[in-house]
């Protein structure tokens, strides 16, 4: 079984200023990597994924996140956060070769970013 | 319009009545999902299937029902609402062996 901890439910910013949104995870067999968005009002969206080869995957929107196997980790990040990046954002993993396709979500970070 | 469409976007019931929430994908994707989403709790699997006739549980499936009998429907059935139903849900699709999942607008249902 597969677990996602976020650990900052809220991250308040500055227009203009780099953020960093914290993925840890849990497996014992390897794993696909996502981040998810989610504006007011809608459904999720892929922002980007890590499946295999260069551990820094870059996404749409300006953010990149790098896949840590020793720490475990998928932190995602942008050097300039605007306005219309205030969204929810969800990390997500699947095991490779199996489990159908599901995702494990973790509890979201909301980002606000602020004038 | 090509995607994939949820129905009912708003949904106001009451405890006990049944429920059903539809979902419509025009992909032809062989895996669809059903997700609640709750403060607190992220987005938990209820239910999902391989293809159509195959579903399976997912996390939280107790007092939901599930059925495919086409392909690019997966409706999702409250049999008996109950308060702690109130939720969000998504509906979610996705090709074989791709990995990513395509994500409906979602139902905002409200058992009172």
């Known amino acids: 079984a597969q677990s996602v901890t976020q650990l900052d439910s809220q991250v308040p910013v500055f227009e203009e200023a780099p953020v960093e949104l914290r993925c840890n995870y849990s497996?014992?067999?390897?794993?696909?990597l996502f981040w998810y968005v989610q504006y007011p009002n809608q459904g999720l969206q892929l922002l980007l994924k890590?499946?295999?080869?260069s551990t820094l995957v870059k996404g749409i929107n300006g953010f990149e996140a790098e896949f840590n196997k020793s720490q475990t980790s998928f932190h995602l990040r942008k050097p300039s956060v605007h306005i219309s990046d205030t969204a929810e954002y969800f990390c997500a993993v699947t095991p490779w070769g199996g489990g159908g396709n599901k995702l494990t979500f973790g509890t979201g970070t909301q980002l606000k970013v602020e004038l | 319009d090509a995607g994939i469409t949820q129905s009912p976007r708003y949904k106001i019931t009451e405890t006990g009545r049944q429920v059903t929430l539809m979902c419509h994908q025009t992909w032809s994707h062989s895996y669809m999902f059903w997700y609640r989403q709750d403060l607190g709790h992220g987005l938990r699997l209820i239910y999902y299937s391989a293809a159509a006739d195959i579903t399976d549980k997912g996390e939280v499936p107790d007092g939901y029902v599930v059925s495919r009998s086409k392909t690019e429907n997966f409706p999702l059935t409250l049999e008996s609402a109950t308060r702690s139903q109130t939720s969000v849900y998504f509906c979610a699709s996705s090709e074989i062996a791709k990995n990513i999942q395509y994500f409906g607008a979602g139902t905002r249902l409200s058992v009172l």
């Open positions: 497996s014992s067999v390897s794993v696909y």
């Open positions: 890590y499946l295999s080869g």
